[in-house]
């Protein structure tokens, strides 16, 4: 029987285009700049791979064996030692799940909670795209919103909130954390706080809070889950390393799931991972990069007009001049300097652009005479 392809049954045919291709005339315009291209739109990170952890994945390398889905125990263990440190779980308030990165579980996650078409995933309306193209995967209806207490529902089963947030760099008090926990557990929704950025805070006001700190969930992580990643702490993103931690009911089920489907991390990646989180020293090096280049950043571009919203955390600056965002895309090009759209993430940042501090300091230090030009 010749193959006829099922054009209507591609779930390919449910998904938005995808938006970075609409960048690509603004970096080539970019990178005619007589200095080269200053790429500030996309946090993939710049920075080498700590020495210590580049050793533990070459001893990883040596085990020709498959590891198990739920990964080492050593892996669970450091994981785990690692969320008490900076969230103050206790470690048996959770349990641990090794991801093959976080892009693939943000994506995957609704359908592997078992929410079907007719039924709705919340996530932030300004935010990283993903979240709506996990819902959309599972068949689901993807509800954007301010909050996710506002799109209560009988049909809502998954909210997905981000703090610090990608784009904005918003946090969010234990107070406001706790009444959006206490809410998901009262509406009977899973609550999904991604916290990639957890560890990367600079407004001592405005401290980042993770969903497993027990000021938040009252020493219970019963409908929670809480997603990790090392992409951005340890320069990891070419390792596809992160996990998932929370209720041990719900890691549970996905852990039989994930075993099903083969998504497994990598024996020299566990290694890399269990090395990373036993270390702090790296990352506060790594950590002190971004500070400095951030206060570059900062200061280049308040300079030239531009005012910053909330970015009390993570790795960007949420940006605006008061016109459309393409607008300040095309004029940032002409200078050199590539931004991401604040459009990609949301009608509400129509009128913002995305600056990432994961560029070299020499790159960094570019910016304001460009910025002057």
Not at 66 to 79: D, H, K, M, N, Q
Not at 168 to 193: C, K, P
Not at 284 to 295: I, V
């Amino acid at each position: 029987m010749p193959y006829r392809r099922l054009r209507t049954a591609s779930p390919a045919r449910r998904l938005p285009a995808f938006p970075w291709d609409r960048v690509a005339p603004h970096k080539r315009r970019a990178a005619e700049h007589p200095g080269g291209l200053v790429d500030l739109s996309v946090g993939a990170p710049v920075d080498p791979v700590a020495e210590p952890i580049r050793k533990a994945l070459a001893d990883g390398a040596a085990i020709p064996g498959y590891p198990a889905t739920t990964g080492s125990p050593e892996l669970r263990e450091a994981a785990a030692s690692w969320l008490s440190r900076h969230t103050g779980a206790a470690g048996d308030s959770f349990a641990v799940l090794p991801t093959v990165g976080s892009k693939e579980l943000v994506a995957n996650l609704p359908w592997q909670l078992g929410i079907v078409r007719g039924e709705s995933v919340a996530y932030p309306s300004i935010a990283y795209p993903t979240y709506e193209i996990g819902a959309l995967l599972a068949g689901a209806d993807p509800v954007p919103v301010p909050d996710p207490r506002e799109a209560a529902g009988s049909r809502l089963r998954m909210a997905w909130i981000n703090f610090p947030t990608n784009p904005t760099g918003e946090t969010a008090s234990v107070d406001r954390l706790r009444a959006i926990v206490d809410w998901a557990r009262q509406s009977g929704v899973v609550l999904v706080s991604d916290e990639c950025y957890l560890t990367l805070g600079w407004d001592e006001e405005h401290p980042p809070v993770s969903v497993l700190d027990p000021r938040v969930n009252g020493g219970s992580t019963e409908g929670l889950l809480a997603a990790h990643s090392l992409s951005k702490r340890s320069n990891l993103a070419g390792y596809r390393s992160a996990f998932l931690a929370g209720d041990p009911d719900l890691v549970g089920d996905l852990l039989e799931i994930r075993r099903h489907g083969g998504l497994i991390m990598p024996w020299p990646v566990q290694y890399a991972t269990i090395a990373a989180l036993n270390d702090e020293a790296h990352a506060d090096e790594q950590k002190e990069r971004y500070r400095r280049r951030r206060e570059v950043l900062a200061a280049a571009f308040t300079e030239a007009g531009f005012r910053i919203d909330h970015s009390h955390a993570g790795l960007y600056l949420w940006t605006t001049r008061g016109e459309d965002c393409w607008d300040t895309v095309r004029w940032l090009a002409e200078r050199g300097i590539l931004a991401a759209p604040g459009e990609f993430y949301g009608e509400g940042g129509r009128e913002h652009v995305r600056i990432a501090l994961t560029t070299t300091d020499a790159q960094a230090a570019a910016v304001p005479e460009r910025l002057a030009e």
